[in-house]
């Protein structure tokens, strides 16, 4: 147990290979893609292993997973970070996803586990578009930005429908008082028997002024709110283009999935026909019989055989992991 109890990602710092010559470079590099590949397995079969111990003592009293997995000098932090990278891990769409997801930092995979993580972020890692930490903040903050200024436009909106509401009564309020006005205008007040005098209410003149500058405003306020209305739908109607780029993604996906499924059942098929044709498991190959020629064409063949095995193989261990959830602690 002591060999995996700090296991975590490969967080290599910077290494000179200039000064190597290029067959040892290429080397090293290749032993690193396979330490990590070693290492991304055993972190995934250990979280499986935890994800199913910590499901079996759910319904134990509160702390007995923790006290099991102490026991076993196993790092708490560490325990439910493999945990929640086997749940996430498990639910990726494909091969590809998977990779970029396993080759992330410890940080980098923290980031999209999150429930709150941006689907647009966490999609940019698992396509592989962004690697680094500092690249998802920039562009958590970036998406978070343009959310923000979405919801700035849409309550200037509201406040400029608001306000076009008020101008609307106040406007009707004045005309009101402007038809009031002139129909006391065109009813001469009789001051005497013989003298008669037109009187207009004293803030006639400003109300008229008024209604003007209103009506002006009511205007401006709608080019306004026609703009903001423009915007919103231009932003919508991108979305919407996203959604359905996303969804032909999608089918795609399932319908090179399909085609990979017939091509392996295909050639499962033909494994099978091979094998029972040649009946190699009860056949008697009479090998001491052979010359150094032939047993060396038999063992020529049997190595290509064997690394076409091993590329199945390869492949399938390449094609496991996994999706969801912030780091939680069960226990």
């Keep these: 147990m002591n060999e995996v109890r700090n296991l975590g990602n ?13 067959e040892t470079s290429v080397f090293l590099k290749q032993r690193v893609r396979n ?10 079969r250990m979280g499986k292993e935890l994800f199913q111990a910590q499901e079996r003592l759910a319904d134990h009293y509160k702390g007995t997973f923790v006290k099991w997995f102490k026991s076993l000098g196993l790092d708490k932090d560490n325990v439910y970070f493999w945990i929640n990278e086997f749940k996430f891990s498990r639910n990726l769409e494909n091969t590809k996803q998977a990779l970029n997801f396993g ?26 578009d962004i690697t680094t930490h500092k690249e998802y903040v920039a562009l958590e903050k970036k998406l978070k930005q343009r959310e923000q200024e979405l919801s700035d436009k849409n309550a200037q909106i509201a ?43 004293d803030d006639y003149d400003a109300t008229k002024v008024k209604l003007v500058e209103l009506k002006k405003q009511a205007a401006k306020d709608k080019q306004d709110i026609d703009y903001y209305k423009h915007e919103l739908d231009a932003v919508k ?40 044709d ?28 064997q690394r076409f095995i091993d590329e199945i193989k390869n492949q399938l261990n390449n094609d496991r992991i996994i999706q969801e959830g912030e780091v939680i602690d069960n226990g």
């Design 237 to 276: 109607r991108i979305d919407k283009r996203a959604n359905e780029y996303d969804e032909l993604q999608k089918k795609e996906l399932e319908r090179k999935k399909r085609q990979a499924q017939i091509h392996i059942y295909d050639l499962s098929l033909d494994i099978n026909d091979f094998l029972s």
């Design 10 to 22: 490969f967080e290599p710092t910077s290494f000179d290979y200039s000064q190597l010559d290029d």
């Design 103 to 128: 080759s992330a930092s410890k940080s980098l995979k923290k980031d999209v586990m999150k429930k709150n993580a941006p689907n647009e972020a966490k999609q940019a890692v698992l396509n592989g």
């Design 278 to 305: 040649h009946n190699i498991m009860g056949k008697n190959l009479h090998m001491d019989q052979l010359d150094d020629d032939d047993k060396q064409t038999v063992l020529d063949s049997a190595d290509a055989m």
């Design 35 to 44: 330490m990590e590949s070693i290492a991304d397995d055993t972190r995934y």
């Design 159 to 201: 406040d400029q429908q608001a306000e076009l509401e008020d101008n609307r009564k106040t406007q009707l309020e004045l005309n009101n008082r402007l038809a009031e006005a002139n129909k006391q205008q065109s009813e001469p007040k009789v001051i005497t028997k013989t003298v008669t005098k037109e009187v207009k209410p």
